[in-house]
């Protein structure tokens, strides 16, 4: 009879041998994670986001993070939301650090330059004055990467008369991938909206896959929000973005299960015209590899998701 001890650790040894390939394929990557709107449940899911964040920036990752906004900041009282979100910013980046990385909090006004439009007035009740953002200038992204910090950015932009203004979380996180031609854009949706998506019966589409479906009538029973933000991930992932990741930020480990695993756990958009793989790191999963570690053999597999 197998030592449980011995079997545990057989087990472990292949899951990491299984990571591998996609730690391997993230390396050096920019990934930019938007972590939801309604993050109202921090008490639980936050700190675990965090591990996984600091997790993925060990394994040389490069996580650019926005976060959003919760239910009860759609108000129309700005500098009260303006308030809400440096403190959010601030909460998540103490999470991150306490897991051994290096965060640091950006609005529109620090280093990176998001220039907005103020929105007119919203005449629909509790719903905020999302500016319009004219432009974006990253480079301090590049310079934070290259110094080793995680940015956490707060959805506040700049007006021309210099004041903060809110922003859409997920239109600022698509924005910001296209600007630094991200290789990944994962957006972290509630269980409820990304329930509404499992009706595509598909993990797998490219843009135009997508863009056909919404176009014969599939996302007419969409959220508003919802079909905004699909028609924000097909033009991001026309432009620039490689591939987007849109998964249910309440199932634990949400974020790792996705990009580590072969399976995933949400749904994968990606360019229409390729690359759709990327070749595997076979080095690990040969025969070989498994012997020295006392697996059985298997077959060489493909990355065939990303």
Aim: glycine share 6%; proline share 7%.
């Amino acid at each position: 009879m197998m030592n449980p001890a011995w079997l545990r650790a057989r087990r472990q040894t292949q899951m990491l041998a299984d990571a591998l390939p996609y730690i391997r394929s993230l390396y050096a990557k920019t990934v930019v994670i938007h972590i939801g709107d309604h993050p109202g449940d921090d008490g639980q899911l936050m700190p675990a986001l965090a591990r996984d964040i600091a997790l993925l920036k060990l394994v040389g990752v490069k996580p650019i993070i926005v976060h959003g906004h919760d239910h009860d900041e759609q108000i129309h009282d700005t500098v009260l939301l303006r308030l809400r979100l440096i403190n959010r910013n601030q909460h998540l980046i103490d999470m991150i650090n306490q897991y051994g990385s290096k965060a640091i909090g950006l609005t529109g006004q620090d280093g990176l330059c998001i220039h907005a439009i103020p929105a007119a007035p919203s005449t629909v009740l509790h719903m905020p004055h999302f500016a319009d953002i004219s432009s974006i200038e990253a480079a301090v992204i590049h310079l934070l990467h290259s110094n080793d910090f995680v940015p956490v950015i707060a959805p506040l932009g700049t007006a021309p008369d210099g004041t903060l203004v809110p922003l859409s979380a997920n239109r600022l996180a698509a924005l910001l991938a296209r600007s630094l031609k991200a290789d990944k854009l994962i957006d972290m949706l509630d269980q409820a909206d990304f329930t509404h998506l499992t009706s595509l019966h598909r993990t797998l589409l490219t843009a135009n896959e997508l863009a056909n479906r919404i176009k014969q009538g599939w996302a007419s029973r969409l959220p508003p929000s919802l079909r905004s933000l699909l028609d924000t991930a097909i033009d991001a992932v026309r432009t620039n973005v490689q591939t987007i990741h849109l998964i249910d930020r309440q199932h634990p480990s949400a974020l790792l299960l996705e990009l580590l695993t072969s399976e995933g756990i949400g749904i994968t958009i990606r360019s229409d015209h390729g690359p759709h793989f990327i070749a595997d790191s076979t080095h690990y999963l040969d025969d070989d590899a498994c012997s020295v570690h006392g697996l059985p053999p298997r077959p060489p597999q493909r990355i065939v998701r990303f």
